[in-house]
């Protein structure tokens, strides 16, 4: 460890003062040896495996749950292999089927309820215009749902009443065919319903 020699002002003048400090030397004594310490073998540690730290691919989960193979026979939409199908329904016999559905439309202000009662609304009926917007969706039907059947609808009835802060959807579909309406009923009650806020938005919040 470096000593460095010291000296007392007390017993030197300033004109010798600067003489002692320039005579100041700097003495070490001997480095200590060196302790090195003996070598270490480090432990083996294997490789880490990265694929467990990574998410499943997309194809995998999609190759797992494709080929699937169906339990429930009631799932008809779908095949052995869990793919989407059309159903058949070429062995149904033709007979009467009705489907009604209901929906509304509810207003967080009671503007739109009175502008669609005294037909002031900026877009016209709103009444008339949603039955005629349901009619249509009904028979579009099986344009929007992939897997829904072509159908010869006979009727669709759309009744729009306006109560106490909403409006009250119901929508009826009727055909002869092999399955049901009901895809059709629900799709009646969707168009009108969102003719309904279509028409009224610019009147309040629905």
Same mark, same amino acid.
């Given at each position: 460890? *470096?000593?460095?020699?010291?000296?007392?002002? =007390?017993?030197?003048?300033? /004109?010798?003062?600067?003489?002692? %400090? $320039?005579? !100041? &030397?700097?003495?070490?004594?001997p480095?200590?040896?060196?302790?090195?310490?003996?070598?270490?073998?480090?432990?083996?540690?294997?490789?880490?495996?990265?694929?467990?730290?990574?998410? *499943?691919?997309?194809?995998?989960k999609?190759? =797992?749950?494709?080929?699937? /193979?169906?339990?429930?026979a009631? %799932? $008809?939409? !779908? &095949?052995?292999?869990?793919?989407?199908?059309?159903?058949?329904?070429?062995?149904?016999?033709?007979?009467?089927?009705?489907?009604t559905?209901?929906?509304?439309?509810?207003?967080?202000? *009671?503007?739109?309820?009175?502008?669609?009662?005294?037909?002031?609304?900026?877009?016209g009926?709103?009444?008339?215009?949603?039955?005629?917007?349901?009619?249509?969706?009904?028979?579009?039907?099986?344009?929007?749902?992939?897997?829904?059947?072509?159908?010869?609808?006979?009727?669709?009835?759309?009744?729009l009443?306006?109560?106490?802060?909403?409006?009250?959807?119901?929508?009826?579909?009727?055909?002869?065919?092999?399955?049901?309406?009901?895809?059709?009923?629900?799709?009646?009650?969707?168009?009108?319903?969102?003719?309904?806020?279509?028409?009224?938005?610019?009147g309040?919040?629905?």
């Amino acid at each position: 460890m *470096p000593i460095l020699s010291t000296y007392s002002p =007390s017993t030197v003048n300033p /004109t010798s003062q600067l003489r002692t %400090l $320039t005579s !100041l &030397t700097l003495h070490s004594r001997p480095p200590s040896p060196i302790k090195r310490p003996k070598s270490l073998t480090a432990p083996s540690i294997p490789p880490l495996d990265h694929s467990s730290l990574l998410p *499943p691919s997309p194809t995998a989960k999609l190759r =797992s749950s494709s080929y699937t /193979t169906r339990s429930d026979a009631n %799932l $008809t939409h !779908l &095949t052995p292999s869990g793919t989407a199908q059309m159903v058949s329904i070429a062995s149904k016999p033709a007979s009467h089927r009705v489907a009604t559905a209901v929906g509304r439309v509810t207003f967080s202000s *009671p503007d739109p309820a009175r502008l669609i009662r005294t037909n002031q609304m900026k877009k016209g009926d709103v009444l008339a215009v949603a039955r005629v917007a349901g009619i249509m969706a009904a028979k579009r039907t099986s344009e929007v749902v992939p897997l829904c059947h072509p159908v010869g609808i006979s009727r669709v009835g759309v009744e729009l009443v306006v109560e106490k802060g909403h409006v009250r959807i119901q929508a009826t579909v009727e055909c002869v065919g092999s399955t049901g309406v009901e895809m059709e009923a629900l799709m009646a009650v969707n168009g009108a319903a969102l003719t309904v806020y279509d028409m009224c938005k610019a009147g309040g919040r629905v």
